[in-house]
Protein backbone atom coordinates (compact mmCIF):
# COMPACT_ATOMS: atom_id res chain seq x y z
CA UNK A 1 0.00 0.00 0.00
CA UNK A 2 1.21 3.19 -0.95
CA UNK A 3 1.77 5.73 2.48
CA UNK A 4 -0.24 9.04 2.64
CA UNK A 5 0.83 11.23 5.61
CA UNK A 6 -1.58 13.81 6.51
CA UNK A 7 0.08 16.91 8.59
CA UNK A 8 -3.15 19.50 9.18
CA UNK A 9 -3.17 21.31 5.55
CA UNK A 10 0.29 18.80 3.95
CA UNK A 11 -0.37 15.76 1.84
CA UNK A 12 2.71 13.14 2.09
CA UNK A 13 3.05 10.73 -0.57
CA UNK A 14 5.62 8.06 -0.27
CA UNK A 15 5.15 6.27 -3.37
CA UNK A 16 5.55 9.61 -5.58
CA UNK A 17 7.73 11.77 -3.14
CA UNK A 18 5.16 14.24 -3.25
CA UNK A 19 4.08 16.65 -0.78
CA UNK A 20 1.33 18.96 -1.54
CA UNK A 21 0.02 21.56 1.23
CA UNK A 22 -3.44 23.04 0.55
CA UNK A 23 -3.71 21.25 -2.31
CA UNK A 24 -0.83 23.00 -4.13
CA UNK A 25 2.44 21.24 -4.87
CA UNK A 26 5.64 21.81 -2.54
CA UNK A 27 8.66 21.69 -4.96
CA UNK A 28 11.24 19.36 -2.57
CA UNK A 29 14.32 18.40 -3.94
CA UNK A 30 14.96 14.65 -3.04
CA UNK A 31 17.28 15.67 -0.02
CA UNK A 32 14.63 18.15 1.21
CA UNK A 33 12.30 15.30 0.91
CA UNK A 34 14.34 12.56 2.49
CA UNK A 35 14.93 15.28 5.51
CA UNK A 36 11.19 16.19 5.95
CA UNK A 37 10.41 12.15 6.51
CA UNK A 38 13.37 11.85 8.89
CA UNK A 39 11.84 15.07 10.78
CA UNK A 40 8.63 13.51 10.82
CA UNK A 41 9.18 10.02 12.05
CA UNK A 42 11.30 11.60 14.87
CA UNK A 43 9.10 14.49 15.88
CA UNK A 44 9.83 15.61 19.22
CA UNK A 45 13.23 14.18 19.25
CA UNK A 46 16.61 15.92 18.92
CA UNK A 47 18.51 14.51 15.55
CA UNK A 48 22.35 14.91 15.85
CA UNK A 49 23.61 17.07 12.88
CA UNK A 50 25.68 13.60 11.99
CA UNK A 51 22.51 11.58 12.10
CA UNK A 52 20.73 13.74 9.46
CA UNK A 53 23.68 13.89 7.08
CA UNK A 54 24.70 10.08 7.56
CA UNK A 55 21.46 8.75 7.31
CA UNK A 56 20.16 11.30 4.69
CA UNK A 57 23.73 11.48 2.04
CA UNK A 58 24.77 8.54 3.19
CA UNK A 59 28.49 9.63 4.05
CA UNK A 60 29.87 9.00 7.43
CA UNK A 61 32.91 11.63 7.20
CA UNK A 62 31.54 14.91 6.11
CA UNK A 63 34.62 17.05 7.26
CA UNK A 64 34.26 20.60 8.85
CA UNK A 65 31.45 21.83 7.01
CA UNK A 66 27.75 21.49 7.69
CA UNK A 67 26.62 23.85 5.13
CA UNK A 68 25.16 21.45 2.87
CA UNK A 69 22.91 20.36 5.84
CA UNK A 70 22.12 23.94 7.43
CA UNK A 71 20.91 25.22 3.58
CA UNK A 72 18.67 22.25 3.10
CA UNK A 73 17.06 22.88 6.40
CA UNK A 74 16.70 26.59 5.81
CA UNK A 75 14.69 25.44 2.12
CA UNK A 76 12.46 23.50 3.86
CA UNK A 77 11.71 25.39 6.44
CA UNK A 78 10.59 28.32 4.03
CA UNK A 79 8.86 25.99 1.86
CA UNK A 80 6.59 24.34 4.19
CA UNK A 81 6.20 27.57 6.18
CA UNK A 82 7.67 25.63 9.14
CA UNK A 83 10.46 28.68 10.52
CA UNK A 84 8.73 27.75 13.76
CA UNK A 85 8.09 24.23 14.17
CA UNK A 86 11.87 22.96 12.96
CA UNK A 87 14.20 23.88 15.78
CA UNK A 88 17.72 24.42 15.68
CA UNK A 89 19.39 23.37 18.81
CA UNK A 90 22.62 25.34 19.13
CA UNK A 91 26.00 22.79 18.37
CA UNK A 92 23.52 19.80 18.56
CA UNK A 93 21.28 19.47 15.46
CA UNK A 94 17.47 19.97 15.22
CA UNK A 95 14.19 19.04 15.76
CA UNK A 96 11.10 18.69 14.08
CA UNK A 97 8.65 20.28 17.29
CA UNK A 98 6.02 17.46 18.36
CA UNK A 99 2.53 18.90 18.07
Not at 57 to 74: A, N, V
Amino acid sequence: HPRVRRQRQMCIRDSACTVTRGGAPVPLTPKEYDLLLLLLRNRGHVLYRTYLYETVWGEEEFGQSTRTLDTHIQRLRRKLGWEEKIRTIHRVGYCLAAE
